[in-house]
């Protein structure tokens, strides 16, 4: 029997500015993070993506009568790491629990998780909020509550049907493999002070752990592929009062965007529902980014409706002060201060480096300059042409076969004077498209300037005879005309010459002073 598809309901809202005017805004953000050890977080069962359904399983995962599970020393190893880029305190004393719910692609009928006595505890995480519309930047001061240890659950995909989800679907398939996967969770305390700003907090903040963890290399960090998942919990107070309201999660959010979007809506939602004297429903809600809307999922549990009780089959986990401070020196440089480091050695001016941020290239960059590129060719080449190709092809921009050696070659070429900026964009062409590097390119391709100055010079007295008025211009006092004859002896000598000399033997020769 198929079940109809429930239409989606399109709920009420206000005006959010209205909504900010008489409210407000609490947020609570849960995000959790999958971690890249090599095994699952209480067996031995691999946790590469894209595997094969159910073949990743073992009775440990699969919560099978009799088995056992142990801790995974590397991913508690994270944990800690995590905790301390946060400025949490460590736990010298903590324990798994079991979080009992019924979910139908978890296959023990409870979560092994953390409940109050989690590894890691009141953090902090500075959050540079960048200027928009709205406002000027900010740094805001997110305060963490906890992050926590726990397992990730299996995935069900429903079949048929037009949403994506069980309602409507013909049947649902479960794969076990993501079961047992290691799972940092990260929670903030309450959110608050942002105003009009909320919901870009919200992706601020998710977008700078994101980076941070990144740095720390404890996850993929692939928000597409559920690495980073953000439950976006929203409420609000009327103004004037200290009263939280009734909250709402948000479940599962995995992209920067729809973070803002989604914390966005449900102001507007809560606000209309408060402006018709009604209450808000505590429960989950589930995203959509086609519509840009929430809808109801289910009501939203309380900790005691878990019924939480200490894993009877862990032992208790306690880091040693000395395991906690060796931990502590592996940490890598904060990225916002890294940024600010690299954007003062590199000259960068704030419009640049963002631009540069927001392109994903700064690592990159920084391997381009080590091998020789200066900042400004760097910068030009990983923002510019290939940014655009890779968005063209629908790559990222390292998926493209340039690498950071092969723009150092390339500037190195323009450098000492073989190749002007046109003929560089050639020899990149061949280098994106598999035919070696760029002084091979180049070869292969003929691409040289032409030293010679006399036919040069041969090219600019040409140019001159055939365009008198623009002499008369340019001796008129009005140089910037030059370009115009520029552009023609480059056609002369097929592109292989050089502008600026180009244009000092127009000048010249014209008696001009530049």
Same mark, same amino acid.
């Given at each position: 029997?198929?079940?109809?598809?429930?239409?989606?309901?399109?709920?009420?809202?206000?005006?959010?500015?209205?909504?900010?005017?008489?409210?407000?805004?609490?947020?609570?953000?849960?995000?959790? *993070?999958?971690?890249?050890?090599?095994?699952?977080?209480?067996?031995?069962?691999?946790?590469?993506?894209?595997?094969?359904?159910?073949?990743?399983?073992?009775?440990?995962?699969?919560?099978?009568?009799?088995?056992?599970?142990?801790?995974?020393?590397?991913?508690?190893?994270?944990?800690?790491?995590?905790?301390?880029?946060?400025?949490?305190?460590?736990?010298?004393?903590?324990?798994?629990?079991?979080?009992?719910?019924?979910?139908?692609?978890?296959?023990?009928?409870?979560?092994?998780?953390?409940?109050?006595?989690?590894?890691?505890? #009141?953090?902090?995480?500075?959050?540079?909020?960048?200027?928009?519309?709205?406002?000027?930047?900010?740094?805001?001061?997110?305060?963490?509550?906890?992050? %926590?240890?726990?397992?990730?659950?299996?995935?069900?995909?429903?079949?048929?049907?037009?949403?994506?989800?069980?309602?409507?679907?013909?049947?649902?398939?479960?794969?076990?493999?993501?079961?047992?996967?290691?799972?940092?969770?990260?929670?903030?305390?309450?959110?608050?002070?942002?105003?009009?700003?909320?919901?870009? *907090?919200?992706?601020?903040? !998710?977008?700078?752990?994101?980076?941070?963890?990144?740095?720390?290399? !404890?996850?993929?960090?692939?928000?597409?592929?559920?690495?980073?998942?953000?439950?976006?919990?929203?409420?609000?107070?009327?103004?004037?009062?200290?009263?939280?309201?009734?909250?709402?999660?948000?479940?599962?959010?995995?992209?920067?965007?729809?973070?803002?979007? =989604?914390?966005?809506?449900?102001?507007?939602?809560?606000?209309?529902?408060?402006?018709?004297?009604?209450?808000?429903?505590?429960?989950?809600?589930?995203?959509?980014?086609?519509?840009?809307?929430?809808?109801?999922?289910?009501?939203?549990?309380?900790?005691?409706?878990?019924?939480?009780?200490?894993?009877? #089959?862990?032992?208790?986990?306690?880091?040693?002060?000395?395991?906690?401070?060796?931990?502590?020196?592996?940490?890598?440089?904060?990225?916002?201060?890294?940024?600010?480091?690299?954007?003062?050695?590199?000259?960068?001016?704030?419009?640049?480096?963002?631009?540069?941020?927001?392109?994903?290239?700064?690592?990159?960059?920084?391997?381009?300059?080590?091998?020789?590129?200066?900042?400004?060719?760097?910068?030009?080449?990983?923002?510019?042409?290939?940014?655009?190709?890779?968005?063209?092809?629908?790559?990222?921009?390292?998926?493209?076969?340039?690498?950071?050696? %092969?723009?150092?070659?390339?500037?190195?070429?323009?450098?000492?004077?073989?190749?002007?900026?046109?003929?560089?964009?050639?020899?990149?062409?061949? *280098?994106? =498209?598999?035919?070696?590097?760029?002084?091979?390119?180049?070869? =292969?391709?003929?691409?040289?300037?032409?030293?010679?100055?006399?036919?040069?010079?041969?090219?600019? #007295?040409?140019?001159?005879?055939?365009?008198?008025?623009?002499?008369?211009?340019?001796?008129?006092?009005?140089?910037?005309? =030059?370009?115009?004859?520029?552009?023609?002896?480059?056609?002369?000598?097929?592109?292989?010459?050089?502008?600026?000399?180009?244009?000092?033997?127009?000048?010249?020769?014209?008696?001009?002073?530049?």
């Amino acid at each position: 029997m198929t079940i109809s598809a429930r239409p989606i309901h399109q709920e009420d809202t206000v005006d959010y500015a209205e909504a900010l005017e008489r409210y407000e805004p609490v947020m609570g953000l849960e995000v959790h *993070v999958e971690l890249n050890t090599a095994t699952k977080m209480f067996c031995g069962c691999a946790t590469g993506f894209g595997a094969d359904p159910n073949t990743q399983t073992c009775p440990v995962c699969l919560g099978l009568p009799g088995a056992l599970p142990v801790v995974n020393k590397a991913a508690v190893e994270s944990a800690i790491r995590i905790g301390l880029a946060l400025n949490c305190q460590i736990a010298p004393w903590c324990r798994f629990a079991r979080k009992n719910y019924f979910y139908p692609d978890m296959p023990k009928n409870f979560q092994t998780s953390q409940y109050d006595e989690p590894i890691a505890f #009141d953090g902090w995480l500075e959050v540079e909020v960048p200027a928009s519309e709205a406002g000027e930047a900010f740094t805001y001061r997110v305060e963490i509550e906890r992050a %926590h240890m726990e397992e990730d659950t299996g995935k069900s995909t429903h079949v048929g049907g037009a949403t994506g989800r069980i309602h409507g679907a013909d049947y649902s398939l479960v794969d076990f493999n993501r079961a047992g996967i290691p799972l940092i969770e990260i929670v903030t305390k309450p959110l608050t002070g942002a105003g009009d700003r909320a919901p870009e *907090v919200a992706k601020a903040y !998710v977008a700078a752990l994101r980076d941070l963890l990144r740095a720390l290399d !404890v996850s993929e960090v692939k928000m597409e592929q559920g690495n980073v998942r953000c439950d976006a919990n929203v409420s609000l107070m009327p103004k004037g009062s200290d009263t939280f309201g009734t909250r709402t999660e948000t479940k599962n959010v995995n992209s920067l965007r729809s973070v803002e979007r =989604a914390v966005r809506y449900e102001i507007t939602r809560h606000a209309a529902i408060l402006d018709a004297g009604e209450k808000v429903f505590q429960e989950t809600r589930h995203w959509h980014e086609d519509t840009g809307i929430t809808t109801a999922g289910r009501p939203k549990s309380d900790a005691d409706d878990y019924r939480y009780f200490p894993e009877p #089959d862990l032992v208790p986990v306690a880091p040693s002060p000395e395991d906690v401070e060796r931990l502590r020196g592996t940490l890598p440089e904060p990225p916002a201060q890294r940024r600010k480091r690299l954007q003062e050695e590199w000259g960068y001016s704030d419009l640049e480096m963002r631009d540069v941020v927001n392109a994903g290239a700064v690592e990159v960059i920084e391997e381009t300059v080590a091998a020789g590129a200066s900042p400004a060719a760097a910068r030009k080449w990983w923002t510019g042409d290939l940014a655009r190709r890779a968005n063209t092809d629908g790559v990222a921009v390292t998926e493209l076969g340039v690498t950071p050696a %092969h723009i150092a070659e390339l500037d190195g070429l323009v450098r000492e004077g073989r190749l002007n900026d046109s003929m560089a964009r050639q020899v990149m062409e061949g *280098v994106v =498209a598999g035919e070696g590097g760029p002084t091979q390119v180049a070869d =292969a391709r003929g691409l040289e300037l032409v030293q010679d100055d006399g036919a040069l010079q041969a090219a600019v #007295d040409k140019v001159i005879a055939a365009n008198p008025d623009v002499v008369e211009k340019i001796q008129g006092g009005k140089v910037q005309a =030059a370009g115009a004859l520029i552009g023609q002896v480059m056609k002369e000598m097929r592109g292989q010459a050089d502008a600026a000399k180009a244009r000092e033997l127009i000048l010249a020769t014209l008696g001009v002073e530049g």
